[in-house]
Protein backbone atom coordinates (compact mmCIF):
# COMPACT_ATOMS: atom_id res chain seq x y z
CA UNK A 1 0.00 0.00 0.00
CA UNK A 2 1.18 3.52 -1.16
CA UNK A 3 1.51 5.99 2.07
CA UNK A 4 2.38 9.55 1.23
CA UNK A 5 6.00 10.59 3.89
CA UNK A 6 6.14 14.59 4.26
CA UNK A 7 9.28 16.33 5.37
CA UNK A 8 11.87 13.59 5.05
CA UNK A 9 15.19 13.03 3.52
CA UNK A 10 18.41 11.44 4.64
CA UNK A 11 21.80 10.41 2.86
CA UNK A 12 24.47 12.34 1.36
CA UNK A 13 22.76 12.36 -2.17
CA UNK A 14 19.78 14.40 -0.82
CA UNK A 15 20.75 18.04 1.55
CA UNK A 16 18.14 20.72 2.31
CA UNK A 17 18.92 23.61 4.01
CA UNK A 18 15.08 24.03 5.83
CA UNK A 19 15.17 20.37 7.03
CA UNK A 20 12.88 18.86 3.87
CA UNK A 21 9.57 21.42 4.62
CA UNK A 22 7.18 20.51 2.16
CA UNK A 23 9.14 17.92 0.58
CA UNK A 24 6.25 14.91 -0.59
CA UNK A 25 7.51 11.54 -1.32
CA UNK A 26 5.39 8.58 -2.10
CA UNK A 27 6.59 4.94 -0.60
CA UNK A 28 4.79 1.70 -0.76
CA UNK A 29 4.63 -0.70 1.65
CA UNK A 30 3.35 -4.32 1.04
CA UNK A 31 2.52 -4.60 4.77
CA UNK A 32 0.86 -1.20 5.41
CA UNK A 33 -2.59 -0.90 5.76
CA UNK A 34 -5.67 -3.07 6.61
CA UNK A 35 -7.49 -5.94 4.94
CA UNK A 36 -10.44 -3.39 4.87
CA UNK A 37 -8.20 -0.16 3.91
CA UNK A 38 -6.57 -2.16 0.82
CA UNK A 39 -10.34 -2.39 -0.55
CA UNK A 40 -10.81 0.54 -0.61
CA UNK A 41 -7.63 1.79 -2.23
CA UNK A 42 -8.59 -0.47 -4.92
CA UNK A 43 -12.15 0.51 -5.07
CA UNK A 44 -11.30 4.26 -4.97
CA UNK A 45 -8.87 3.29 -8.22
CA UNK A 46 -11.54 1.26 -10.25
CA UNK A 47 -14.21 4.34 -9.78
CA UNK A 48 -11.40 6.66 -10.93
CA UNK A 49 -10.52 4.61 -14.02
CA UNK A 50 -14.43 3.43 -14.72
CA UNK A 51 -15.14 7.28 -15.09
CA UNK A 52 -11.82 8.66 -15.92
CA UNK A 53 -13.52 10.36 -19.22
CA UNK A 54 -15.78 12.26 -17.07
CA UNK A 55 -14.33 13.40 -14.09
CA UNK A 56 -10.07 13.54 -15.79
CA UNK A 57 -8.65 15.80 -13.32
CA UNK A 58 -6.53 14.05 -10.37
CA UNK A 59 -8.65 14.24 -7.30
CA UNK A 60 -5.95 12.70 -4.55
CA UNK A 61 -7.77 10.17 -4.17
CA UNK A 62 -5.67 8.27 -1.50
CA UNK A 63 -4.01 11.16 -0.07
CA UNK A 64 -7.20 12.26 0.83
CA UNK A 65 -8.44 8.59 2.65
CA UNK A 66 -4.71 8.67 4.17
CA UNK A 67 -5.25 12.30 5.63
CA UNK A 68 -8.72 11.37 6.99
CA UNK A 69 -7.52 8.79 9.01
CA UNK A 70 -4.42 10.71 10.03
CA UNK A 71 -6.23 13.77 11.01
CA UNK A 72 -9.25 12.03 12.28
CA UNK A 73 -11.57 13.92 10.44
CA UNK A 74 -14.42 12.72 7.98
CA UNK A 75 -13.38 11.94 4.43
CA UNK A 76 -15.98 13.19 2.18
CA UNK A 77 -18.46 15.32 5.09
CA UNK A 78 -22.25 15.13 3.55
CA UNK A 79 -23.74 18.24 1.68
CA UNK A 80 -26.84 20.07 2.51
CA UNK A 81 -28.39 21.24 -0.83
CA UNK A 82 -30.53 24.68 -0.67
CA UNK A 83 -33.86 24.69 -3.21
CA UNK A 84 -33.95 28.43 -2.58
CA UNK A 85 -32.41 31.29 -1.31
CA UNK A 86 -35.02 31.78 1.25
CA UNK A 87 -33.91 28.95 3.13
CA UNK A 88 -30.33 30.21 3.53
CA UNK A 89 -30.03 31.09 7.60
CA UNK A 90 -27.02 31.54 9.86
CA UNK A 91 -26.87 28.03 11.37
CA UNK A 92 -26.89 26.80 7.55
CA UNK A 93 -23.68 28.65 6.69
CA UNK A 94 -22.33 28.14 9.81
CA UNK A 95 -22.75 24.11 9.01
CA UNK A 96 -21.21 24.74 5.83
CA UNK A 97 -18.31 26.73 6.77
CA UNK A 98 -17.14 23.96 9.32
CA UNK A 99 -17.30 21.63 6.94
CA UNK A 100 -14.96 23.79 4.98
CA UNK A 101 -12.71 24.14 7.85
CA UNK A 102 -12.82 20.19 8.99
CA UNK A 103 -12.15 19.47 4.18
CA UNK A 104 -9.07 21.37 4.72
CA UNK A 105 -8.17 20.57 7.77
CA UNK A 106 -8.28 17.05 6.99
CA UNK A 107 -5.60 17.12 4.14
CA UNK A 108 -3.53 19.52 6.00
CA UNK A 109 0.08 17.78 6.66
CA UNK A 110 1.88 18.01 10.18
CA UNK A 111 4.53 20.74 8.77
CA UNK A 112 1.97 23.19 8.49
CA UNK A 113 1.48 22.67 4.60
CA UNK A 114 -0.91 21.60 2.22
CA UNK A 115 0.14 18.08 0.03
CA UNK A 116 -0.94 18.09 -3.45
CA UNK A 117 0.73 16.73 -7.01
CA UNK A 118 1.66 18.23 -10.26
CA UNK A 119 -0.40 15.73 -12.47
CA UNK A 120 -2.24 18.61 -15.19
CA UNK A 121 1.31 18.69 -17.67
CA UNK A 122 1.28 14.50 -19.29
CA UNK A 123 5.40 15.04 -20.80
CA UNK A 124 6.99 15.28 -17.40
CA UNK A 125 6.78 11.69 -16.73
CA UNK A 126 7.91 10.29 -19.80
CA UNK A 127 10.98 12.65 -20.04
CA UNK A 128 11.89 11.11 -16.67
CA UNK A 129 11.44 7.79 -18.04
CA UNK A 130 12.89 8.56 -20.47
CA UNK A 131 16.33 9.84 -18.97
CA UNK A 132 16.69 6.92 -16.95
CA UNK A 133 16.39 4.86 -19.75
CA UNK A 134 19.44 6.56 -21.20
CA UNK A 135 21.27 6.86 -18.15
CA UNK A 136 20.82 2.61 -17.63
CA UNK A 137 19.45 3.73 -14.34
CA UNK A 138 15.78 2.81 -15.08
CA UNK A 139 15.61 -0.50 -13.21
CA UNK A 140 17.47 0.65 -10.36
CA UNK A 141 15.02 4.09 -9.69
CA UNK A 142 12.21 2.28 -11.29
CA UNK A 143 10.45 -0.72 -9.03
CA UNK A 144 7.69 -2.95 -9.85
CA UNK A 145 4.98 -1.13 -7.84
CA UNK A 146 6.25 1.94 -9.74
CA UNK A 147 5.78 1.01 -13.12
CA UNK A 148 2.91 -0.35 -12.25
CA UNK A 149 1.28 2.85 -11.31
CA UNK A 150 3.32 5.01 -13.79
CA UNK A 151 1.51 2.71 -16.27
CA UNK A 152 -2.13 3.16 -14.36
CA UNK A 153 -1.82 6.79 -14.72
CA UNK A 154 -0.67 7.19 -18.08
CA UNK A 155 -3.63 5.08 -19.64
CA UNK A 156 -6.15 6.97 -17.12
CA UNK A 157 -5.23 9.70 -19.01
CA UNK A 158 -5.13 8.73 -21.96
CA UNK A 159 -7.93 10.42 -24.73
CA UNK A 160 -11.18 8.22 -26.10
CA UNK A 161 -9.54 8.75 -29.56
CA UNK A 162 -6.61 7.03 -28.56
CA UNK A 163 -3.79 9.50 -27.86
CA UNK A 164 -2.23 11.87 -25.13
CA UNK A 165 -2.57 15.39 -24.73
CA UNK A 166 0.35 17.88 -23.71
CA UNK A 167 -1.62 17.95 -20.56
CA UNK A 168 -4.89 16.02 -18.59
CA UNK A 169 -7.68 18.08 -20.15
CA UNK A 170 -6.01 18.84 -23.64
CA UNK A 171 -7.06 16.94 -27.15
CA UNK A 172 -4.63 14.45 -28.39
CA UNK A 173 -1.01 15.50 -30.13
CA UNK A 174 1.22 14.06 -31.69
CA UNK A 175 4.18 15.30 -28.95
CA UNK A 176 1.88 14.12 -25.79
CA UNK A 177 1.19 10.37 -27.83
CA UNK A 178 4.41 10.04 -28.77
CA UNK A 179 6.23 10.45 -25.36
CA UNK A 180 3.50 8.38 -23.72
CA UNK A 181 3.37 5.83 -26.08
CA UNK A 182 7.57 5.84 -25.59
CA UNK A 183 7.15 5.60 -22.16
CA UNK A 184 4.84 3.10 -21.82
CA UNK A 185 6.78 0.35 -24.52
CA UNK A 186 10.02 0.65 -22.11
CA UNK A 187 8.28 -0.12 -19.10
CA UNK A 188 7.31 -3.04 -20.71
CA UNK A 189 3.83 -2.33 -22.04
CA UNK A 190 2.93 -4.43 -24.91
CA UNK A 191 0.70 -3.21 -28.15
CA UNK A 192 -0.94 -6.79 -29.17
CA UNK A 193 -4.79 -8.19 -28.48
CA UNK A 194 -4.37 -8.32 -24.69
CA UNK A 195 -3.58 -4.58 -24.53
CA UNK A 196 -6.27 -2.61 -26.81
CA UNK A 197 -5.40 0.84 -25.11
CA UNK A 198 -1.83 0.44 -26.18
CA UNK A 199 -2.66 -0.88 -29.58
CA UNK A 200 -5.33 2.42 -30.38
CA UNK A 201 -2.22 4.95 -28.93
CA UNK A 202 0.08 3.45 -31.86
CA UNK A 203 -2.92 3.62 -33.98
CA UNK A 204 -3.43 7.37 -33.51
CA UNK A 205 0.23 7.88 -33.63
CA UNK A 206 0.11 6.61 -36.98
CA UNK A 207 -3.17 7.67 -38.45
CA UNK A 208 -1.91 11.26 -37.91
CA UNK A 209 1.04 11.11 -40.03
CA UNK A 210 3.48 9.16 -37.40
CA UNK A 211 6.39 10.45 -35.04
CA UNK A 212 7.65 12.36 -37.94
CA UNK A 213 5.19 14.91 -37.37
CA UNK A 214 6.20 15.55 -33.83
CA UNK A 215 7.33 18.86 -33.03
CA UNK A 216 11.01 19.44 -32.71
CA UNK A 217 11.34 18.87 -29.00
CA UNK A 218 9.67 15.53 -29.13
CA UNK A 219 11.86 14.81 -32.05
CA UNK A 220 15.36 15.37 -30.07
CA UNK A 221 13.95 13.68 -27.14
CA UNK A 222 13.10 10.12 -29.75
CA UNK A 223 16.67 10.57 -31.29
CA UNK A 224 17.87 10.61 -27.72
CA UNK A 225 16.46 7.22 -26.92
CA UNK A 226 17.62 5.93 -30.48
CA UNK A 227 13.89 5.24 -32.40
CA UNK A 228 14.74 8.46 -33.98
CA UNK A 229 17.34 9.65 -36.43
CA UNK A 230 18.95 13.03 -35.68
CA UNK A 231 19.29 13.72 -39.04
CA UNK A 232 15.60 14.58 -39.03
CA UNK A 233 16.27 17.02 -36.43
CA UNK A 234 16.26 20.54 -37.40
CA UNK A 235 19.37 22.13 -36.00
CA UNK A 236 19.46 24.35 -33.26
CA UNK A 237 22.81 26.27 -32.91
CA UNK A 238 24.08 27.50 -29.30
CA UNK A 239 24.37 30.98 -30.36
CA UNK A 240 20.89 31.71 -30.28
CA UNK A 241 21.61 33.00 -26.02
CA UNK A 242 23.68 35.07 -27.63
CA UNK A 243 21.61 37.29 -29.13
CA UNK A 244 19.80 40.62 -26.94
CA UNK A 245 17.36 38.79 -24.58
CA UNK A 246 14.46 41.51 -25.94
CA UNK A 247 14.30 39.61 -28.85
CA UNK A 248 11.34 36.99 -29.51
CA UNK A 249 14.12 34.36 -30.68
CA UNK A 250 16.44 34.21 -27.38
CA UNK A 251 16.05 30.60 -25.86
CA UNK A 252 14.73 32.34 -22.74
CA UNK A 253 11.72 33.52 -23.99
CA UNK A 254 10.52 29.91 -24.79
CA UNK A 255 8.42 27.90 -22.94
CA UNK A 256 10.28 27.42 -19.45
CA UNK A 257 10.21 23.45 -19.89
CA UNK A 258 11.63 23.67 -23.39
CA UNK A 259 14.46 26.12 -22.58
CA UNK A 260 15.53 24.72 -19.59
CA UNK A 261 15.59 21.50 -21.73
Not at 17 to 44: C, H, I, K, M
Not at 161 to 185: E, H, V
Not at 239 to 244: A, R
Amino acid sequence: MWRLKIGEGNGPWLQSSNGFLGRQVWEFDPNAGTPEERAEVERLREEFTKHRLEKRESRDLLLRLQYAKLNQFQANAPTMKIEKSSDVTEELISASLRRALNQFSSLQAHDGHWPSDYSGILFIMPILILSLHVTGALNIVVSSEHRREICRYIYNHQNEDGGWGKQILGPSTMFGSCLNYATLRLLGEVPDASNVALAEGRKWILSHGSATAIPQWGKIWLSIIGIYDWSGNNPIIPELWLVPHYLPIHPGAYFIHWHNT
